[in-house]
């Protein structure tokens, strides 16, 4: 001791100091000590101490630095950790040091890489049996911690494809336990289990059904499930806490809260795996047990729901949590197409149930959660209600009333965040699957001025609705009574519903980069109505006759034609409050069809002569004569825009002159009466001119 205290003192006086820790670790990233540790694992199998000393080193290197994460990877560092971790152990830290390294390679290294060497069959079968070692073995807070992280890991792992959960029957083991305790059975895994009941065991029961939903994607995995009626254990345990709670007096059982966490962790379970699950779903009768909790859910009996898992967001002291995700099941059941799976909820009076409790208009709540019930109820019932007239019946004057209350909410809100945008939208699909088709419905619709509403709609909301609103007007329009409707409709400054369907056209044209005049007018003859992507997109390559051209797939990518059919409905002619600029769109609007029918040939003509093809003579002159109309075309729609526009000027030049007429006339009375004013004074101020006025 004496040596190394004059060593340190003659190092202080020569003005030496001592480095720092975090600079002996930036040293050794340059070093190959953390794979040479590593690759002395095999070495030391016998000496479990060593061993150890080993571990932790590994453990200090792989959490302070990446690079020591990447050697260690590159050396199958995460494979040859987790195949050491159930040696013979006196000390019982070797499983926490292994666990402890690889997830500092999970959070320091390439999570695909650690992945991929811990998906293997070897390492799949040893986290097997460090985990069932630590769940019959494991009864202190550290054992359970540990016991759950390894799960964490097997689900990480259980995300990679070639993962060998299923073939190592890891999985079926898995699967067995997430029905304990709720369901007895003699299966070695669980005939020896007992549960705490304490938060750790809460967290490996959610741990398991979330790796439910993770394993969901493999079709393997789906077969599992049927085999072990995880469909039965999750709806089992999704139900109310009164219909749920079979227990037994004194037996040891989980707590209220406890209970609430794992009810909604089944339900969002069972929002991705009922689907896949249908028909297991149909046979353990998932939508009356769902409608049951629906109806709890609405029901007034005390019940305060805690509101502290992450399902149980926005749930505090009520049951909307519940609601929420039982209607989320709904949704995703629903959704899935299945005819008899709707038809069934049908018959259970979903689509009453749903009108008929007043969940959108009893409340203004404006919260995320309320939000979202409210729009994935919609969602459910234009799914139900699309292509059955007797179901848009059913949806009758409610379901209306349920429309026009959201429509008159507008859009105001759309970007705020907590989901306005998807309420617009999923009211206005409501509109279109459940109201259009059923002229009692609509003819109700419209009574309670529901066009208006859609047209207010179209005027404040974003570009990205209006495909929506359009459609579903142009299908109302197939309803005589809707059309005097629309041309009644004004906004609050008096523009007409026809000028705001050409304000929108222009503002399409203008977005598609479309060539116009500053009037507006057509600038370029051959192309009309050519947006700028097609221009730019006009190549010599031919494409084969199944894909779409150009021409055809512009329609579906904007409104334009939305537009022009639902002038076809309402007429081009004797139109309200439109302005000359309005006239200028409407001669193109009018002529839209046969400048499309004219692109499209054109097309035609320029895909033959890139292929070579020449057509026969006849085909030719009638191929050339259909190109050159539609360029005539053009030229009349340009001819009679600027025959509007010069009426326009001779208009304004006519009320120019009667503004100078007025304004001569104005002056030449203030001049006469300025006259009249001076006479009069002169007059009676000046005895001599009064004189000769008189006599």
Known sequence: ???????????????????????????????????????????????????????????????????????ILKAQGAETICLHMNEPDPSGQVLFCSSEILWNLLERGRKDEVMAQLS?????????????????????????????????ITTLIAENPSSLL??????????????????????????????????????????????????????????????????????????????????????????SVQQEELQLQ???????????????????????????????????????????????????????????????????????????VNQNLCDQGIVSRLLGRNFFTNTDEEDEVTLEMKSDIQLIISTLCETDMHRKELFGSEGVEMT??????????????????????????????????????????????????????????PRCVHGVILATLLELCDNPNALSHILSWRASGGQTAPGLLLQLWRQEEEELGVSRTQHGEIKDPKRPILSHHQQEEDTDLSFPANVPSAAVLEISEN????????????????????????YVTLSIVKRYLDFKVGEVWSEISKELSLD????????????????KIAEDTARKVKAEQNSILEQQEKSNIS??????????????????????????????????ILKVFIF
């Open 404 to 461: 026009i209350h959201f429509l008159k909410k507008g859009s105001e809100n759309f970007y705020s965040g907590l989901g306005h945008n998807k309420l617009v939208l999923s009211t206005v699909d409501c509109v279109w699957s459940c109201i259009v088709g059923c002229y009692t419905t609509e003819d109700y619709f419209l009574a309670k001025e529901g066009v208006f509403l859609l047209f207010d709609l179209l005027l404040s909301s």
């Open 120 to 152: 293997s069959m070897e390492c799949v079968v040893s986290l097997k049996e460090a985990f069932f070692h630590l769940l019959i073995n494991g009864f202190q807070h550290s054992d359970l911690q540990l016991r759950n992280d390894l799960l964490v």
């Open 166 to 255: 299923i073939e190592s029957l890891f999985a079926k083991q898995l699967v067995v336990i997430v029905k304990f305790p709720e369901f007895k059975t003699q299966h070695p895994v669980v005939r020896n289990l007992k549960l705490s009941y304490c938060n750790e065991d809460l967290k490996m029961k959610k741990l398991l059904m979330n790796l439910l939903v993770v394993m969901s994607k493999d079709f393997a995995a789906l077969q599992l499930y049927k085999e072990e009626q995880v469909m039965l254990a999750l709806l089992t345990l999704m139900m109310p806490p009164a219909a749920s709670s079979g227990r037994r007096s004194g037996s040891r059982h989980w707590s």
């Open 612 to 627: 070579g093809v020449r057509p026969v003579s006849p085909d030719e002159e009638a191929l050339s004569t259909i190109c």
């Open 559 to 582: 409104q334009r034609s939305k537009i022009y059919c639902i002038f076809c409905k309402l007429g081009f002619q004797d139109l309200p409050g439109l302005s000359t600029k309005d």
């Open 1 to 71: 001791h004496s040596m190394f205290g004059s060593l340190f003192l003659f190092s202080v006086l020569a003005g030496l100091q001592p480095t720092s820790p975090g600079y002996k670790l930036q040293l050794l990233e340059f070093t190959d000590l953390a794979q040479t540790l590593l690759l002395s694992m095999a070495t030391v199998e016998n000496q479990p101490a060593i061993k150890l000393q080993l571990l932790q080193t590994l453990q200090i290197l792989s959490g302070s630095s990446d690079m020591n994460c990447a050697l």
């Open 655 to 688: 009320e120019e002159e009667l503004t100078y007429t007025e304004i001569k006339s104005h002056w030449k009375q203030q001049e006469l009466t300025v006259k009249s004013w001076e006479n009069y004074v002169s007059r009676t101020s000046n005895y001599e």
């Open 266 to 340: 089944a339900l969002a379970t069972l929002a991705t795996i009922a689907p896949l699950m249908i028909d297991d779903y149909m046979s353990f009768q998932g939508n009356i047990r769902l409608l049951l909790l629906l109806e709890w859910c609405i029901g007034q009996d005390a019940y305060f729901g805690q509101g502290h898992s992450f399902h149980g967001t926005g749930g505090r002291g009520t049951k909307k949590a519940h609601m929420r995700h039982c209607i989320r099941v709904l949704r995703s059941v629903a959704s899935c197409g299945d005819e008899l």
